[in-house]
């Protein structure tokens, strides 16, 4: 990446930060109804089974919530996961009752770490990836908080044959024309917006 692509990924995480501490957050519960539905219907296609493992997130503020599908997916069987900050890298979790949980440095609820897994052997298996993200573009490469946590995560699955559904999930005014990219950047296959769902690599 050059520094003038470097500069533009910068700019572009700034104006993207901004809006989203602008929008109002009144609707936020018939987003994540609406969000989850989507979610849940790309889930059905591949579809999952009470066996399967799915990655999610626990959103921070302003981030698009995904809270009804994680209840919905736990309630039909499913493991779910939920990243927890370990220096640089991610850890992964059970998802369950956020009340026994505390908030990282970055103020997002985790789950106790005990038994938590690393990204290289929790990504692996899973049937699907919910990944946050601040911006998507046509492409589906996708623009993060910028510490990199899910590029180093993503990287686990380099090679693998068939590897998991990444679903990325953004608002509809953050679908982009272009996101600047590195050459190790992993696009999600599928887009999911609290208007549409947009398909950029169809599986098998």
């Given at each position: 990446?050059?520094?003038?692509?470097?500069?533009?990924?910068?700019?572009l995480?700034?104006?993207?930060?901004a809006?989203?501490?602008?929008?109002?957050?009144?609707?936020?519960?018939?987003?994540?109804?609406?969000?989850?539905?989507?979610?849940?219907?790309?889930?059905?296609?591949?579809p999952?089974?009470?066996?399967?493992?799915?990655?999610?997130?626990?959103?921070?503020?302003?981030?698009?919530?995904?809270?009804?599908?994680?209840?919905?997916?736990?309630?039909?069987?499913?493991?779910?996961?939920?990243?927890?900050?370990?220096?640089?890298?991610l850890?992964?979790?059970?998802?369950?009752?956020?009340?026994?949980?505390?908030?990282?440095?970055?103020?997002?609820?985790e789950?106790?770490?005990?038994?938590?897994i690393?990204?290289?052997?929790?990504?692996?298996?899973?049937?699907?990836?919910?990944?946050?993200?601040?911006?998507?573009?046509?492409?589906?490469?996708?623009?993060?908080?910028g510490?990199?946590f899910?590029?180093?995560?993503?990287?686990?699955?380099?090679?693998?044959?068939?590897?998991?559904?990444?679903i990325?999930?953004?608002?509809?005014?953050?679908?982009?024309?272009?996101?600047?990219?590195?050459?190790?950047?992993?696009?999600?296959?599928?887009?999911?917006?609290?208007?549409?769902?947009?398909?950029?690599?169809?599986?098998?």
């Open positions: 990446m050059t520094g003038e692509d470097l500069e533009s990924k910068i700019a995480r700034s104006k993207l930060r809006a989203r501490k602008s929008r109002d957050t009144t609707d936020s519960s018939h987003n994540d109804s609406v969000i989850s539905g989507h979610i849940w219907d790309l889930l059905e296609t591949i999952i089974t009470h066996d399967s493992v799915i990655a999610a997130y626990v959103p921070m503020p302003f981030e698009p919530p995904v809270n009804e599908v994680r209840s919905r997916l736990r309630e039909f069987g499913c493991t779910v996961l939920i990243p927890i900050v370990n220096g640089d890298d850890l992964w979790a059970a998802d369950g009752d956020e009340q026994t949980w505390e908030h990282n440095s970055f103020g997002t609820l789950p106790d770490a005990s038994g938590a690393p990204s290289s052997q929790a990504l692996p298996a899973c049937t699907a990836i919910i990944v946050p993200a601040q911006g998507i573009d046509q492409q589906g490469f996708r623009i993060g908080q510490k990199g899910y590029d180093r995560a993503l990287s686990k699955l380099a090679g693998m044959e068939n590897p998991p559904l990444l990325g999930v953004t608002y509809e005014s953050e679908f982009l024309l272009h996101v600047p990219t590195e050459s190790h950047d992993l696009a999600v296959d599928v887009s999911v917006t609290e208007s549409t769902v947009r398909w950029f690599n169809t599986p098998d």
